[in-house]
Structures are given as structure tokens and as C-alpha cells.
């Protein structure tokens, strides 16, 4: 898939996030952790606490989009997946509404919506260059493949010490 049809996708799906601020009045963030050695790479402030991944399939090579909001329980955050966004299924890919966690299934002009009230504990995303893995936050994109390939752990925290952009 070409650079510029992800691109495309991204901005057609509406992943861009609309900003605004949490009642705490401190921006809430996801610190990005080397999962092996624990060490923070960076942190990016989430004003309306959603997020969303993108990547290239590798089987498919096809662009994803996974999306995200974040939970607030007495200032406790979690992340609940909402969406995966796809272009084809296949081998990795979801194909049916009895996935764990899916609300319903949707095939709408040309991509496939699985949608989702997924409660995660601990986001790793493999990160390899040949896919172009993104983290997108409003206005944000982080190319989280600057980093070597390796596990990055995505974690809420209640606001960024220092930041990547």
C-alpha cells in the first residue's frame, strides 16, 4: 500500500482528534516505555483522551487503524479499544462480530469496522519499520518506528513530564 493511501485513509476515517480538556485541568498523556529495558522514550499529551494506531498489515499489507479512548476511574486510567479499521480480512485480521469484546461488524464504503469495548491492561505494540506504525493524538503523529524495532509499551499517565512530538 502506498504511503500517500495511508495518508488518505487516516484523514478519511477521521482519526484527528478534537481537542478539550479533562475536568482534572491537567492534559492527560501516554508515556511510551522500551518494554524490555522499562526505559520512557517519550510522552505525548492526550487533551480528549482518544488515540488511535496505525500500521500496515503484514500479511494483507493493507492500512489498519485501531482506536482508542481512555477510561477514568478515580483518576485511574485504562485504555478501551473502540474500533478496528481495515481494508481486507485475512489471516490476522477479524472477519465476524463474535470476536472478544465486539459491539458489531460493519462493511461500509469499502473498509470493514469491527467495533469494540476492549479493555486493555497493557498496550505493547511490535513495532517494525516495514509497517509504518503511527501513533496519532489530535493534531499529533508520532512515527513510532524512530526507535529500533522492539516492543513499546503505550501507557496513560495523568500528564507528561517531557514530550514527543
Known sequence: MKKASLSKLITTLGVTALLAVPSSGQAVGLQIIDYRGQQTLGCVDLVDQSFSLSFIHS??????IDEY????TDNHYRILQTAERFFAHGQGLPSLVDEPDATAFEHTNGQFILRLK????NLIVRTDS???NRLHTGSITIDLNQWPDNGLKIHPVEH???TTQ
Open 59 to 64: 500479511v494483507s499489507l493493507t492500512p489498519v
Open 69 to 72: 479512548d481512555l477510561l477514568n
Open 118 to 121: 476492549r479493555k486493555i491492561d
Open 130 to 132: 516495514r509497517f509504518k
Open 160 to 162: 507528561c513530564l517531557n
